[in-house]
């Protein structure tokens, strides 16, 4: 590893910053692609682990990213509490056994699933979906399988569950502001315990390369995660100054280039 690796993760972090800032999507749908993309191109881990290596930098970037937020919007007092009792311990175990699962999957399943979401998210943001009116938050038993999930496919994806949660909430005619101050106090304990699970259920690296925790590069962590800090209270005022939905847009078209690409990798 050289200067030139420390600078691009440095410009990994600053463009999800910014752009996590300004669009209100979770850092890791544009670090974990980009982390991929730079593991491959480098050769740094073997393609049998460098997918798993990414989402795990993610999420524990994402655990030291997204404290600041979560406090302003409990703050703010506009977190449904109600929602959080019953997603709280569902999503973390589903993040958990995330740390478990993703590692044991084949290379090409695990990419493509992460592909796939990517086109998901993209189609969230090319589109203006609504919810039927009259339906409601479901209680505590489906709401718990539906939050295992949430946490399973976060951790999967390498995201704080924003990107799911705040879609689900929606669907469950949730105000927008308030799933999005609902998923930013969910979204720490679920990148902490996915990136716990990356953590203790690591494999062996062979050879082992230098400066990991369980699957976490420290190096690209500690690079990425400065840029995001930087980056993203610009993006927030940025906002404030422009139109967002032109952006959304041109984002979700590079979503789905990204998705195609992703699963491009799994099968080449």
């Given at each position: 590893m050289n200067e030139l690796f420390f600078i691009t993760c440095l410009a990994i972090g600053l463009v999800s910053g910014f752009l996590g800032g300004l669009l209100g999507i979770g850092g890791g749908i544009v670090i974990v692609p980009m982390l991929i993309m730079l593991f491959d191109g480098l050769g740094l881990f073997s393609i049998e682990h460098s997918t798993a290596v990414a989402v795990?930098?993610?999420?524990?970037?994402?655990i030291f990213t997204s404290v600041s937020a979560a406090y302003a919007q409990v703050k703010a007092d506009r977190v449904e509490w109600p929602i959080v009792r019953k997603w709280a311990t569902p999503i973390v175990l589903g993040a958990l056994l995330a740390g478990y699962v993703a590692p044991q999957l084949p290379m090409p399943v695990f990419r493509s699933f992460i592909g796939v979401f990517l086109g998901f998210v993209s189609i969230v943001m090319l589109t203006n979906w609504k919810p039927d009116p009259h339906r409601q938050f479901p209680g505590f038993v489906p709401a718990g399988g539906i939050g295992v999930g949430a946490g399973l496919v976060s951790g999967i994806a390498g995201i704080g569950g924003g990107n799911v949660m705040v879609p689900t909430m929606i669907f469950f005619n949730i105000p927008v502001h308030r799933?999005?101050?609902?998923?930013?106090?969910?979204?720490?304990?679920?990148?902490?315990?996915?990136?716990?699970?990356?953590?203790?259920?690591?494999?062996?690296?062979?050879?082992?390369?230098?400066?990991?925790?369980?699957?976490?590069?420290?190096?690209?962590?500690?690079?990425?995660?400065?840029?995001?800090?930087?980056?993203?209270?610009?993006?927030?005022?940025?906002?404030?100054?422009?139109?967002?939905?032109?952006?959304?847009?041109?984002f979700g078209v590079l979503l789905i280039l990204a998705a195609l690409g992703m699963v491009y990798s799994a099968f080449s």
């Open positions: 795990a930098t993610s999420l524990t970037c994402i799933a999005t101050a609902t998923s930013s106090c969910l979204g720490v304990p679920l990148a902490t315990a996915g990136a716990l699970g990356y953590i203790l259920f690591a494999q062996d690296f062979v050879p082992r390369p230098d400066y990991m925790l369980g699957y976490v590069h420290l190096p690209s962590f500690l690079a990425v995660v400065s840029g995001v800090v930087v980056a993203a209270p610009l993006g927030v005022r940025t906002a404030h100054r422009i139109q967002p939905q032109p952006l959304r847009r041109l």
